[in-house]
């Protein structure tokens, strides 16, 4: 059984930076494209960014775009969300997820594991 667990998420202040980070199990962890969602109050589950299974390859939304960075280290089963230059709009749980291939998905529909989410809140 795959399980996924964030950490990381807090209050932080508008241009303040945070990192997220999500510790995974159950599978050989660089095999997978993993991925980065978010969801913010009364709104749908938006793509954040995803990363290859070796990390060679990065997507982000253009919404976060140039201010947050993906990365993972398989040799610790975790994958990382450095978010720099928050907004308030940024405020949203953040959930990461594995997808069944090598490259993840924009669509969350497409990953079949989830972590719990953490919290993030930014204030203006």
């Known amino acids: 059984q795959v399980q996924l667990v964030e950490s990381g998420g807090g209050l932080v202040q508008a241009g303040g930076s945070l990192r997220l980070s999500c510790a995974a199990s159950g599978r050989t962890f660089g095999n997978y494209g993993m991925g980065w969602f978010r969801q913010g109050p009364g709104k749908e589950r938006e793509f954040v960014g995803r990363?290859?299974?070796?990390?060679?390859?990065?997507i982000y939304a253009s919404s976060v775009k140039g201010r947050f960075a993906i990365s993972r280290d398989n040799a610790k089963n975790t994958m990382y969300l450095q978010m720099n230059s928050l907004k308030p709009e940024d405020t949203a749980m953040y959930y990461c997820?594995?997808?069944?291939?090598?490259?993840?998905?924009?669509?969350?529909?497409?990953?079949?594991?989830w972590g719990q989410g953490t919290q993030v809140t930014v204030s203006s």
């Open positions: 997820a594995s997808a069944p291939g090598y490259f993840g998905s924009s669509s969350w529909k497409q990953y079949d594991y």
């Open positions: 990363i290859s299974g070796s990390g060679e390859s990065t």
